[in-house]
């Protein structure tokens, strides 16, 4: 081994980058042999280093790649060293349970339905009587749900969110920060709340019946708006199955924006009409009786995050730069744009909102978004944009903020998905963070289908990133395997992945069941 860091000791200053690259191959591989004896470790004794002009293109250390992917496929990404994918680790049954049905959003859905359930079990085992005051005491439970469902969907509490993890420095323990970093899937307790609230509301409308049934009688309206209640956030919970999303995701968006609304408006015609009962029944002010209901003052609070993004509606004028029948670039400049943060817009403001992330322009303060081709909305407005577009609230901050928790990163993503890579790139350089990283990047026509503008941006960030073309026809790389490669290759403390769902998940298992922490977004995070 001696004379291998002889040799690369004796490299030019042009392939200092190549050098730095192959030392941390040798590093690391060497840590790892034992873990993984798999892996095929025989390095050449005198390994010939190429100039820039002569390597293999899939490298692209000073232009954009422009292999055929068919070709990447069995080219490995550094010809002196073959850097073979692992076995996955533990028995199939045990990463299955640990990485598919028990990843972070769904211990945390899974803790927050439990103990919603055994608090639901230990109410129900306690209320005997069939009295309308014992049965509105459930409608405390329903509404604290509907509060935290909605809270951990609104931009504030996401970005103090992201924020508070940004506290966690580099210095601090790899294990921590790879937790840490799980921020993002929040969105469990978004889940679990949702659907905890139709469990409460279910028994809530089975104690309203009750007692209206029993000797104690009170409005029957109490009565219809309670079921009515009882339908809304049925109909919200089974049109949020992924499922249902997926195939009719314009029917979603609309069951859960207008049936959450009018959920909030009939709850609130129920905490009057059972105060005035409680208020007739007990002899007490009907405006006490109100102060002292914390159904009271949680829907207080529900409906003005309901209402705070809605005052902050207004019209903003974007320039559009078309790139090609795939693609469109909107650019703003009406407000300030944080770290890997996204932007909301809208032609319809009441139907539908579309998310994107934004790119911070590298020479002024106004800043642009990736739209592609994914459906009729955007498919019209590359075709015909828009010359403003409606924004409500403030921009929110995205899953990729997270990467700055590490030193060296992997990031792998296809197609539009690199405008949301740029946004976390453009602001760790900007900042002179300490952060380290590649870009795996998998797309069709790169230049023809965003622009120059788009691949100098990606050259930036990345000097030698990796980009796969691939065509209608051709055979897909394998992302899995070159991830691996390129996170042994480049010394990399994790993996960031941003694609469609599908690919997010196949590249996201493949790293984490052989011990490399992997990061992607997949569904609802």
């Not at 790649?65 to 028995?91: C, F, G, H, M, T």
């Not at 005491?137 to 509060?147: G, Y």
């Not at 963070?433 to 622009?451: F, K, M, N, V």
Request: with cysteine; hydrophobic share 45%.
């Amino acid at each position: 081994m001696e004379s291998w860091y002889d040799d690369l000791s004796s490299v030019s200053n042009d392939d200092r980058p190549l050098r730095d690259d192959l030392s941390s191959i040798i590093g690391r591989l060497e840590r790892q042999h034992e873990s993984f004896p798999e892996l095929d470790f025989n390095p050449p004794k005198a390994p010939k280093f190429l100039k820039v002009r002569d390597r293999p293109s899939v490298v692209g250390m000073a232009s954009l790649s422009r292999l055929p992917a068919e070709d990447v496929e069995a080219a490995p990404l550094y010809n002196e060293l073959e850097i073979q994918l692992p076995a996955k680790r533990q028995n199939r049954l045990l990463r299955n349970v640990r990485h598919r049905f028990l990843n972070v959003y769904k211990r945390l859905f899974s803790i927050y339905v439990v103990a919603n359930l055994i608090a639901l079990i230990i109410v129900s085992y306690q209320s005997n009587t069939a009295s309308l005051s014992s049965a509105s005491n459930l409608s405390i439970p329903v509404s604290v749900n509907v509060l935290v469902a909605a809270l951990s969907r609104t931009e504030y509490v996401v970005n103090m969110l992201f924020a508070s993890a940004m506290w966690i420095p580099q210095t601090a323990p790899l294990s921590l920060r790879c937790a840490v970093a799980k921020v993002y899937e929040y969105g469990g307790v978004h889940s679990g709340a949702g659907f905890s609230a139709a469990l409460w509301v279910i028994a809530f409308t089975i104690q309203m019946t009750r007692a209206f049934f029993s000797k104690e009688s009170f409005e029957p309206s109490i009565l219809v708006f309670t079921y009515f209640l009882f339908f809304c956030l049925i109909a919200i919970s089974m049109s949020a199955h992924p499922s249902f999303r997926r195939m009719q995701h314009n029917s979603f968006e609309v069951i859960h924006r207008f049936a959450a609304w009018i959920s909030v408006a009939l709850y609130w015609v129920l905490v009057m009409l059972i105060s005035s009962s409680l208020h007739k029944q007990l002899g007490i002010s009907f405006g006490h009786v109100l102060i002292i209901s914390p159904s009271f003052w949680i829907l207080c609070v529900l409906t003005f995050f309901i209402v705070l993004p809605w005052l902050r509606l207004r019209k903003v004028s974007a320039r559009a730069d078309y790139l090609s029948k795939h693609a469109l670039r909107l650019h703003f400049d009406y407000t300030k744009i944080g770290p890997c943060q996204g932007l909301r817009i809208s032609t319809r403001p009441l139907l539908e909102w579309h998310s994107f992330a934004t790119i911070p322009s590298t020479s002024s303060k106004d800043f642009s978004i990736l739209v592609s081709n994914a459906g009729d909305w955007t498919k019209a407005n590359i075709q015909s944009p828009a010359s403003k577009y409606w924004v409500k609230g403030i921009p929110v901050t995205g899953f990729l903020r997270v990467v700055q928790l590490f030193r060296k990163v992997v990031i792998v993503t296809t197609g539009s998905g690199i405008g949301p890579c740029l946004s976390g790139l453009i602001y760790a350089r900007r900042a002179g963070a300490p952060l380290q990283c590649r870009l795996l990047w998998s797309t069709r026509d790169a230049e023809p289908t965003y622009g120059r503008e788009v691949i100098e941006e990606v050259l930036r960030a990345d000097p030698r990133a990796i980009v796969l073309n691939t065509k209608p026809g051709s055979s897909r790389p394998d992302l899995v395997a070159l991830t691996y490669q390129l996170y042994i290759a480049s010394g990399a403390e994790a993996v960031f992945i941003i694609s469609n769902p599908k690919l997010t998940y196949k590249v996201k298992y493949g790293m984490e069941s052989r011990g490399v922490p992997a990061y992607g977004p997949i569904f609802d995070s």
